[in-house]
């Protein structure tokens, strides 16, 4: 894939929140220098303020995609970024500074709630129609349920329902497309009016978090076939393999901390089977007996040869070699936080991969909060960036010290030749020192796109 070849990042964007921090501030849109040869590298260059507050900004998205690439008349200048809590879909100019965006449009949570019965937007994807869509987890009123809005490209205007036909899969959450296999699939984390106001224990074994991946017919938009990963499993993130014409890739579940590979069964129907497990740990001091590793975000290397994922509470980051799908070999691990670290309140029992707790992780003096959380890698494969917040209400909970003290955003080093991450010691944003106080960092976007936001059709 020539994207490969792609100049080195000198800058990313990343949504903060300061939803649940106590500070009555709107989530902003930072421009983080990234460039090791810049007076300003580690810095936040930019803020963009939402007009709004309690926006919960999360994930984001481009106004045209990489299948677009051969036509000179589409641009990414305009970046998505629905609000997974007040519904609210924002679009952002990039094109006309791309270190300073401004904010171009705000669709309104009422639009979302009238033309598509929808709301808690979270994963936007362009597609080769010059649309926008994007996924949610759920009804106006919070109910499961996993629709998707159509956006048009252009004016950005809503322009109905993607999904046609009864079924509707009873949560939403990410999705990846494959028109050359004429698939879309679809993921469900939980209930919003449940899992938006903190994880409860007692919410398990009741329905209210997924346990499916959904399967929908790309051309006819219909929801097709349901694969079950196992009860309040959550599956999260969904990737396919980078390359079109592979019909799978990988969902990591993150309540039973387990990824799956999902594939195209010789009947032509969709199949998945469990090519990971992270074992729990049996713990005192926290909120459950066993503590599972949470894995949260997955990507995969553009040149599909490296499955990398995060357990944010265990607090390890991971590197699997995946030359051969079906049997992922760890080859890097490194612990940058969580919630088993040294000193802390929690006490690991049992063990099945670690002989010790691990250290608390320091950088630049610094004692990072919380634990790896949402990643990004370089186009090159040799850097992966990482940021420690999931999700205001969650941080709040697990992680009491990140709404005192901030998220960070750290970068590791990748050897992509044997496999191996290190910390670049080197490396630290720390939005502990913002100036309208300590926000919660979450997803990391490139101009001109990335490993999670790329589909090449």
């Not at 998205?61 to 629905?82: E, H, Q, V, Y």
């Not at 990482?386 to 955003?409: E, H, N």
């Amino acid at each position: 894939v020539s994207v490969l070849k792609g100049p080195r990042e000198e800058i990313v964007y990343v949504p903060c929140i300061y939803r649940n921090t106590g500070r009555k501030k709107p989530d902003f849109l930072a421009t983080v220098d990234v460039n090791p040869k810049s007076p300003h590298y580690c810095q936040v260059i930019h803020r963009l303020p939402m007009p709004n507050l309690g926006d919960e900004l999360h994930h984001s998205g481009w106004n045209t995609c990489s299948s677009c690439f051969g036509d000179a008349t589409k641009k990414r200048n305009r970046l998505i970024l629905p609000s997974f809590i007040s519904s609210r879909i924002y679009v952002v100019d990039v094109g006309t500074d791309l270190r300073a965006p401004r904010l171009f449009k705000v669709v309104n949570s009422e639009d979302v709630f009238w033309k598509c019965n929808l709301g808690y937007p979270h994963t936007s994807h362009c597609l080769g129609s010059g649309e926008i869509m994007i996924s949610t987890l759920g009804d106006p009123a919070g109910s499961g349920k996993g629709g998707f809005i159509l956006l048009d490209g252009e004016t950005f205007e809503i322009k109905g329902n993607w999904e046609k036909g009864d079924k509707i899969p009873p949560m939403g959450y990410d999705f990846w497309y494959q028109p050359r296999h004429n698939v879309l699939i679809s993921t469900e984390w939980g209930i919003p009016k449940c899992l938006g106001y903190g994880f409860d224990p007692n919410d398990l074994k009741k329905g209210r978090y997924g346990r499916c991946i959904n399967v929908w017919d790309w051309t006819t938009h219909t929801y097709v076939q349901a694969i079950d990963v196992g009860e309040d499993a959550a599956p999260l993130e969904i990737r396919f393999l980078h390359n079109p014409a592979a019909a799978e890739g990988y969902v990591g579940c993150t309540i039973s901390s387990a990824i799956h590979r999902f594939y195209k069964t010789e009947q032509g129907d969709w199949a998945a089977e469990k090519v990971i497990q992270v074992p729990s740990k049996k713990v005192e001091g926290w909120l459950l007996p066993d503590m599972p590793g949470f894995i949260t975000d997955i990507l995969i290397s553009l040149d599909d040869r490296f499955l990398y994922f995060s357990n944010w509470l265990h607090g390890d980051v991971r590197q699997y070699d995946i030359s051969d799908t079906r049997k992922p070999k760890l080859v890097g691990q490194v612990f940058v936080g969580g919630s088993i670290t040294k000193g802390g309140p929690v006490t690991v029992c049992r063990d099945e991969e670690l002989q010790s707790q691990p250290d608390p992780f320091f950088i630049k003096g610094k004692k990072v909060p919380g634990g790896p959380q949402m990643i990004q890698l370089s186009l090159d494969g040799k850097r992966l960036y990482v940021t420690t917040s999931l999700y205001s209400a969650w941080d709040r909970q697990f992680y009491p010290d990140l709404i005192k003290d901030g998220s960070v955003m750290l970068q590791l080093d990748v050897d992509t030749e044997q496999g191996g991450l290190t910390v670049n010691e080197s490396f630290l944003v720390d939005f502990g020192k913002e100036p309208d106080g300590p926000c919660l960092a979450h997803e990391i976007r490139y101009p001109g796109g990335d490993c999670t936001s790329d589909i090449w059709v």
